[in-house]
Every structure is written in C-alpha cells, then in structure tokens.
C-alpha cells in the first residue's frame, strides 16, 4: 500500500492533557500536512511542513518532520473536547491533487 | 466566502445501477480531487481535475469516471456499482500549484450500495 502509517489508531485522554499522533510515509515528499476529521465529514487542513522544515507551530499545534526517518508527529496542547475527532496526516509528493493520506489516529478527549 | 458543496449528501443504491456525484469547487479554485473513504481502505485518491482536464489517476477500476466543467464544477459517476462501493466519496479543491497543495474537503455524499 502506497499509505503512511499512524500510531496510535486510538487515544483517549482527559482535557487538559496533551496529545502526541506520529506518522510514517513511504515516498519522498514535497511536504506533509495534517487534517482533521469530525465523525464522517469533510477533512479540514490544520497544518503543512515542507520536507526543508524540520519544525512548525500554528496556535495549539506543533508539528516536526523528520525526512531521514520518514516521519512526523503532531502535537495537540492543553487539548479540548473540541479536539475530539479523527486526525491524518497527509503527504504531497508533487501531484497536484493528490495527497496520499495515512490510516488515522481517532482522538478522544473526555471532558 | 462558499466552501465546497457536494450533492447529495447521501444516497442508496442497489448492486448494478450507476450513480453520479456532484462537487462545486471555492470559487477561483481550478482543481478538483475526489477521494474514497472507506474503514477498511482508508482515504484513497481516485482522481484530480484541473481546467478540465484529469492530470491524476488513482488506481481504481473503469468503472469509476469523472469530469470537470468549464466553471471548475466536477461530477464523478460510479457504473455497475459493487456492495465494496459503499463509501464516503470526499471532493475537494484546490489552487493546483505544485508544492503548494492544501486542499478544501467538502462533506461528502455517502453512498450505500446494497
């Protein structure tokens, strides 16, 4: 399968804490970004790393790239029960359109 | 401003009808890419259309088709559909410029086969 791969499948922490989602892709990439996704809708972009980057912050969210390994994380501070939802990450290799999404991590947050 | 809207949200089907979904992109974005979402395969490409034209393919049978109109709107059309088409079909558009592709998912239509 041309998919990345995310751990943890599922993660389920109390608001407050922080949550830590990792994924590994397969091919070289241009960038990698990440999407969440609320119970069976639409994706929503959250965040995107260019494969020059090794580190990107955008309000609660820090992302980290590592190339030589493949991978990247994301990071979710003093999370909300806003944040409950399911979280890809996503890599661009160049084709316009086409992003190769890994499994996902579904996150619940208990209030 | 109008995000991206797809039509119909859900729909049912039987095996072997045919069904055609609809998406109408932001406005002044030229890409549209439509993906299938299903538990046991995940979020897969099927295919991305940029000034009419299909620029990618993913690897789906024939049997999925689609197409772009000159105001960017797309409709993808699944024929002789199978029980393993029920999905949530997910378009999404985009500027189309390399390196730069965020993309802006609509709802989806849910498609259930029976």
């Known amino acids: 399968s041309q998919q990345g791969e995310e751990d943890p499948q599922a993660l389920s922490i109390q608001e407050g804490e922080n949550a830590t989602m990792n994924c590994s892709y397969k091919?070289?990439?241009?960038?990698l970004q990440w999407y969440r996704q609320n119970s069976g809708r639409g994706l929503v972009h959250l965040i995107l790393?260019?494969?020059?980057?090794r580190e990107k912050h955008s309000g609660r969210l820090r992302v980290t790239l590592d190339t030589s390994k493949k991978s990247s994380s994301l990071l979710i501070t003093a999370s909300r029960a806003a944040d409950t939802a399911s979280y890809f990450c996503?890599?661009?290799?160049?084709?316009?359109?086409?992003?190769?999404f890994g499994q996902g991590t579904t996150l619940q947050v208990k209030p | 401003k109008a995000g991206v809207t797809q039509t119909p949200r859900y729909l049912i089907k039987t095996r072997g009808q045919q069904v055609t979904l609809s998406c109408s992109p932001i406005?002044?974005?030229?890409?549209v890419s439509w993906y299938q979402q299903t538990p046991g395969q995940g979020l897969q490409f099927l295919f991305e259309?940029?000034?009419?034209?299909?620029?990618n393919k993913g690897n789906f049978p024939g049997r999925f088709s689609g197409r772009q109109f000159s105001n960017s709107r797309s409709e993808m059309n699944v024929s002789t559909l199978e029980l393993g088409d029920s999905a949530l079909y997910l378009c999404?558009?985009?500027?189309?410029?390399?390196?730069?592709?965020?993309?802006?998912f609509g709802a989806g239509s849910r498609l259930t086969v029976l």
């Open positions: 091919t070289s990439i241009n960038n």
């Open positions: 999404a558009s985009s500027w189309g410029v390399a390196g730069a592709n965020v993309l802006t």
């Open positions: 406005s002044g974005h030229r890409s």
């Open positions: 259309y940029f000034s009419e034209t299909q620029r």
């Open positions: 996503a890599t661009d290799s160049g084709n316009t359109g086409k992003l190769i």
């Open positions: 790393i260019r494969s020059n980057e």
